[in-house]
């Protein structure tokens, strides 16, 4: 099954303003997507799950009925999950 990747427009701006090397190390991670990584739920919520590449963390949920992995946001450690 492949799952078809969205990034919502914050967590493209953090990619935007990232140096070319750590933008492809985490779109890399971002699109293998959703059963590789360092991966976590999220607790206190249902439905999110973390990716660690890093210092950086990746904040998603899988939208399993249409094969949707819809990445919400992308920081570093600590500021994301405010």
Do not use: C, W
Request: glycine share 8%; hydrophobic share 40%.
């Amino acid at each position: 099954m492949t799952y078809r990747i969205e990034i919502d427009k914050p967590a493209m701006k953090f990619l935007a303003k990232q140096p070319q090397p750590q933008r492809e190390r985490l779109l890399r991670s971002i699109y293998a997507l959703p059963h590789s990584g360092d991966i976590k739920p999220l607790s206190g919520t249902k439905g999110l799950y973390r990716l660690r590449v890093g210092s950086f963390r990746v904040i998603y949920t899988v939208i399993d009925d249409t094969l949707i992995v819809q990445v919400l946001a992308v920081g570093n450690r600590g500021d994301v999950y405010k």
